[in-house]
Each structure stands twice: as structure tokens, then as C-alpha cells.
């Protein structure tokens, strides 16, 4: 009897567990919400332990509301660099004095791993442009092939926020040039302008895969002095000097480095979580509206992992970003699956490391389940948790994307004072679909001061706010689920980047893997109607290789190659399509 007991006690929880409330409720996101940023799952960082729970989780919620699970049982899964540590055996010595690693050198997550031994040029910033009124080469008259070349981080004006240094003077710019005048490899040192404290940066995963050709080593004021001593001069001296001259100074250094680097990337593996809710349809069915969020966070923080708390390593929980996201995205699941009518097929799908730059996103859209130019739609929310009762006020993205989307944003309304914004692109998954076409509805309550710390916790949501939110979204999929015809997608925002102020002169029209996973060169992963790419023979999926005859290997190159073209110049590209070379020529 005590063992009947046990079994029908065990059945019972097991029905429970799989019994669905359609309506979506205060007390059902508080379920979802809670368990998702609880700090069991550790953050959820992309890769680990509490990521794929989180998975599992939205796998058995799409299981108990009646979905087909899509891909492999629900997961559609794919690998993807997380962090970067240093291998054994780093060395760095100078003549015959040995430098201990992490203390006084340390090499980039981006080097390559090898041996090199060779004489030190001195190549001051490490640049080699010429923009607007300002001409500087360090390279000029300078044989550095088959040497290391010591450069100075930063630039002269790193005050100045609309600086035109600002597009040559990050690291992997100044790698590119050292690797184009054949450089054997790079060491970089700050002076006391760029950083008082001279303290070497920790090593980190910065988001993208590709490495160099060529070592790339930081080392500190004091080794580099060591380096800079038959010269007589120092860094600081030389610094000051070219921050008050903007005149290059470049010499040999007469001395002699061998290097050792291992670096390590750790590859694991991650999942997007997909189910099918059939349309009722017998035409319309066989059209689709995706319904997505993201599952992923920063686990603990921390160097590149985007914490806004910068020294601290705490569980981030990402209750707002974006356990709200996926609370609404379950929500709406059971809704719909429950009622007798829904013309279009739904996708339902959450996506892993959107926090690593989109990539569960961009692997859905590279691999999708169903032919995207069937899908009408892709409705994308990414933290609707904190609602501001004051302001009331409910961000919707991408109303730009089609004709119909202002007007049944206004129809449905309950009461929202709405921020809208015409763009397709931006910093969530969303911007995947765009890039293939697809109407886009990005919908957020905003940023608040937790965002991207340990404080955005499960109890500082507004779950009141967030069932309004999803309620209002799910009368807007319910129309386009239902309409007869189809959104028309139009195209919509600028798709250039910029950084610390600067833009580029010129652009290609392409939308790159900016994550890096290709290692031959840099994956276009949509190319713009109308733009020179397309008008000149560039198909999405191509690799470039190289521009103007110059190697192309990331998103980096890629960028600063850009900053050294012309409006209306005719440049060659030479891509990889279907493992063949093409050269392309492309007018600006």
C-alpha cells in the first residue's frame, strides 16, 4: 500500500506539472521569472551549467502547451567561444632577462600562438593613414619584416571624444598595419598619458573568434624601457614627444625579444530551444510569425562579459534581461496554442548568446526550420519587466519594417505611451530577421539602472506591468497571425556602425558575422538591396577574403579597411562562395 501511495502521489505531481493556465498571468510569470533569474542558474551565462537549464526549462513549458519541438527534441544547437585563458608556457625575454607572465607581459586573446624571436623597431603609435589634413605613417622608411615592432597604445588626443585617431587606434588596428608591413610580431605598452597606473589588461574573450597571424604581446612601461634603453629614451619620453610634435618617431631599438604564447579558447556548446504551433489554415498555415527572446546572461560578470559593475563578480540573474523576455514568449505560447484559430503557423523559439552578439539569432537564421521568405514576422522581446507606472511608457522597435505595423500598433493600444523607432537593426535578436527581410517588433520596457548588474533580481519586477505588456503584444500577433495578407517589409535605418564618435566614410552595403566564427575571412551575413555590394555581385553567405588586394580575416579588418577607401572609388574584393575564389569589383 505504501508504495501504491508513492506511485499515485507521483502521477498526481506529474499532472500538475503539465497542466496549462491559456491566460496569461501575474502568478505565471512570477513562476517562470523567479526560477529563470534564480540564483541557481548562476547567471545563465552562454555555455554553462545554468544556461542549459534554462533551456530545458522553455523546453518543457513548449512541450506542455502542445507545441512540435523543432531541430534535435526542441534544441537547435551550436558551438561558440566563451572565454580565453593563457596556456602553459608564456615567456617573454628581453636580451637574456626573463619576464614573468600576467605581472609583467601578457599576450591578446587574439594572438596567434606561436615562437618568435627578432630584433625591436620602435613604431611609435603604430599608424599608417592619411585622413582629411592629417598624414601619419610610422612605417615609412622603416624595414620591420621579419622584427617585432613596439608600439604605443592609444593616440595623441585620447581627450577628445570626436578625435579623427579614434578610427586607427584600438589594438587590432594597429595589429593590421604591423601584420601589412610584415611585422613578425607586435608588443604594445601604454605611457603614463594613456594609463597612469600602467597596469597590463586581464586577458579576455572579446566577442570574436579570429586571431592574427602574427603574435601580439602587452607588456609595461618598465619592460618596455628595458627594450627602449640602448636608444636612451623612454616611453614616457617618447609619448610626450609625439603627442606634442603628431610627427612619427621610429627607430631601431637595437635589442633582441623571444616570445613563447599559448592562448586557449574554450569552445562549448549551446542551444536555441524552437517549437511549432501548426496554423489552422489550409493556405495561410504554411506561412509563419516567430515569436522569440533570449535565455542567456552574464553568469558571473566580469572583463568582456558586459557588466555595467565593472569590479564586480557577482551572479548576474538578468531577471529583466531577459527572463521577462522568455516568461512572455511562454506566455504567449499557451495562449495560442489554446485557441481554435490561428490562420499562420507560429515559431516559437528562445535564443541562446544573444549576449555574445546575437549568435543563437543569426545560427537560427542561417539554419532556419522553414523557409524565411515564408515567415511574415518576428516578434522579438527582450526585457518587458520593468514597466515604469509614471511614465507608462512601452518601447516598440522596427515599426520602420512594414507599412502596416504603426497603424495596428495604434489600434491595439490600451493605454501605452508608446517610444517608437523606425529601425530594423539593434542590440537584440530582432536584427537577425531584419537582415533576412522579415518585419520586425522589438518590444522592451527600457534600461533602467540594473540593467546589465547583479541587481536586476526577480523582485524588482513589475509583474502587474509586464502581463499588461504581453497582453497588448499578444492582441498585435493575433492580427498578423490571423490578417489575410502578409505584412509588406520595407527597409528601414542606417546600417553602419560607429565608435567613440567616429563614422565611417564609406560602406559596403553588407551586414558581417561580427562574431567571428569563420575562420577563412569575414562572413557577409545579409547584403543590402541597392547598396554597392549587391550592385556589385556580393551574396550573402560570401567570405571576403581580402579588399583592394589587403587581407580581410575579421570584423576588425574588415572595418579598418573601410577607413581607407573613398567615396566613388572602384575596389576589388575577393570572397569565397561555395569554397571557390571570385573577385568582385565594386564601386563606392
Known amino acids: 500500500m505504501k508504495y501504491i501511495l508513492i506511485f499515485v502521489a507521483l502521477i498526481s505531481v506529474i499532472s500538475c506539472s503539465v497542466k496549462v493556465d491559456p491566460d496569461i498571468t501575474v502568478k505565471d510569470l512570477k513562476t517562470s521569472i523567479e526560477y529563470l533569474a534564480s540564483d541557481s542558474l548562476k547567471g545563465r551565462k552562454a555555455g554553462e551549467e545554468g544556461d542549459r537549464l534554462a533551456a530545458e526549462f522553455v523546453k518543457e513549458q513548449f512541450a506542455n502547451a502542445g507545441l512540435e519541438l523543432l531541430y534535435d527534441d526542441g534544441f537547435q544547437s551550436f558551438d561558440i567561444v566563451t572565454e580565453v585563458e593563457l596556456g602553459e608556457g608564456n615567456s617573454f625575454k628581453v636580451e637574456d632577462t626573463d619576464y614573468t607572465v600576467e605581472t609583467d607581459f601578457s599576450p591578446y586573446s587574439f594572438s596567434a600562438n606561436t615562437s618568435v624571436s627578432g630584433d625591436v623597431v620602435f613604431a611609435g603609435y603604430g599608424f599608417n593613414f592619411t585622413d582629411d589634413s592629417i598624414s601619419w605613417n610610422d612605417y615609412k622608411d622603416l624595414d620591420v619584416e621579419g622584427k617585432w615592432v613596439l608600439v604605443l597604445k592609444g593616440d595623441p588626443e585620447m581627450d577628445v571624444s570626436e578625435s579623427i585617431f579614434i578610427r586607427y587606434s584600438d589594438e587590432r588596428s594597429k595589429v593590421l598595419v604591423a601584420s601589412d608591413n610584415k611585422a613578425a610580431g607586435i608588443i604594445l605598452t601604454g605611457g603614463p598619458v594613456f594609463d597612469s597606473s600602467d597596469e597590463l589588461s586581464p586577458v579576455f574573450y572579446d566577442k570574436n573568434s579570429s586571431e592574427y597571424s602574427i603574435p601580439v604581446i602587452q607588456v609595461t612601461r618598465k619592460v618596455a624601457d628595458e627594450i627602449l634603453k640602448k636608444s636612451g629614451k623612454t616611453v614616457a619620453e617618447l609619448e610626450e614627444k609625439l603627442n606634442e610634435t603628431r610627427k612619427s618617431e621610429s627607430f631601431d631599438t637595437e635589442t633582441t625579444v623571444s616570445v613563447h604564447v599559448n592562448v586557449v579558447q574554450k569552445q562549448v556548446q549551446t542551444m536555441n530551444v524552437v517549437g511549432l504551433l501548426p496554423g489552422t489554415d489550409p493556405v495561410l498555415k504554411d506561412e509563419y510569425v516567430i515569436i522569440g527572446a533570449h535565455h542567456?546572461?552574464?553568469?558571473?560578470?566580469?572583463?568582456?562579459?558586459?557588466?555595467?559593475?565593472?569590479?564586480?563578480?557577482?551572479?548576474?540573474?538578468?531577471?529583466?534581461?531577459?527572463?521577462?523576455?522568455?516568461?512572455?514568449?511562454?506566455?504567449?505560447?499557451?495562449?495560442?496554442?489554446?485557441?481554435?484559430?490561428?490562420?499562420?503557423?507560429?515559431?516559437?523559439?528562445?535564443?541562446?548568446?544573444?549576449?555574445?552578439?546575437?549568435?543563437?539569432?543569426?545560427?537560427?537564421?542561417?539554419?532556419?526550420?522553414?523557409?524565411?521568405?515564408?515567415?511574415?514576422?518576428?516578434?522579438?522581446?527582450?526585457?518587458?519587466?520593468?514597466?515604469?507606472t509614471t511614465s507608462n511608457s512601452l518601447?516598440?522597435?522596427?515599426?520602420?519594417?512594414?507599412?502596416?505595423?504603426?497603424?495596428?500598433?495604434?489600434?491595439?493600444?490600451?493605454?501605452?505611451?508608446?517610444?517608437?523607432?523606425?529601425?530594423?537593426?539593434?542590440?537584440?535578436?530582432?536584427?537577425?530577421?531584419?537582415?533576412?527581410?522579415?518585419?520586425?517588433?522589438?518590444?522592451?520596457?527600457?534600461?533602467?539602472?540594473?540593467?546589465?548588474?547583479?541587481?536586476?533580481?526577480?523582485?524588482?519586477?513589475?509583474?502587474?506591468?509586464?502581463?499588461?505588456?504581453?497582453?497588448y503584444a499578444d492582441e498585435l500577433v493575433t492580427d498578423v497571425v490571423n490578417r489575410d495578407n502578409k505584412l509588406t517589409y520595407k527597409e528601414a535605418g542606417s546600417m553602419q556602425r560607429s565608435g567613440r564618435g567616429a563614422r565611417y566614410k564609406v560602406t559596403l552595403g553588407i551586414i558581417p558575422d561580427f562574431a567571428g566564427a569563420e575562420k577563412r575571412g569575414l562572413r557577409v551575413d545579409a547584403v543590402t538591396k541597392g547598396k554597392p555590394a549587391e550592385k556589385g555581385g556580393m551574396k550573402k553567405g560570401d567570405i571576403v577574403t581580402s579588399i583592394n588586394g589587403l587581407k580581410v580575416g575579421n570584423i576588425y579588418d574588415y572595418m579598418n579597411r573601410l577607413n581607407t577607401l573613398e567615396a566613388g572609388a572602384n575596389i576589388t574584393v575577393d570572397v569565397l562562395r561555395d569554397d571557390k575564389e571570385v573577385v568582385l569589383i565594386i564601386q563606392l
Open 296 to 388: 542567456d546572461h552574464l553568469g558571473f560578470g566580469g572583463p568582456g562579459s558586459g557588466s555595467r559593475a565593472l569590479d564586480t563578480i557577482a551572479i548576474h540573474n538578468g531577471a529583466d534581461d531577459n527572463a521577462s523576455g522568455v516568461a512572455a514568449v511562454i506566455e504567449l505560447a499557451e495562449k495560442m496554442a489554446s485557441l481554435k484559430e490561428h490562420k499562420r503557423s507560429i515559431i516559437f523559439a528562445t535564443f541562446g548568446a544573444e549576449e555574445m552578439g546575437l549568435i543563437g539569432s543569426r545560427a537560427f537564421t542561417a539554419d532556419p526550420p522553414v523557409d524565411l521568405d515564408k515567415v511574415s514576422a518576428m516578434f522579438n522581446f527582450d526585457m518587458v519587466g520593468r514597466l515604469d
Open 395 to 471: 518601447s516598440i522597435g522596427g515599426i520602420g519594417t512594414a507599412e502596416e505595423i504603426k497603424p495596428l500598433l495604434e489600434k491595439y493600444n490600451p493605454g501605452f505611451e508608446l517610444a517608437l523607432s523606425e529601425e530594423g537593426t539593434g542590440p537584440s535578436d530582432h536584427s537577425s530577421f531584419y537582415l533576412q527581410g522579415i518585419p520586425v517588433f522589438f518590444i522592451s520596457t527600457g534600461a533602467h539602472s540594473d540593467y546589465h548588474t547583479p541587481l536586476d533580481d526577480a523582485d524588482r519586477i513589475n509583474y502587474k506591468g509586464a502581463a499588461d505588456v504581453i497582453k
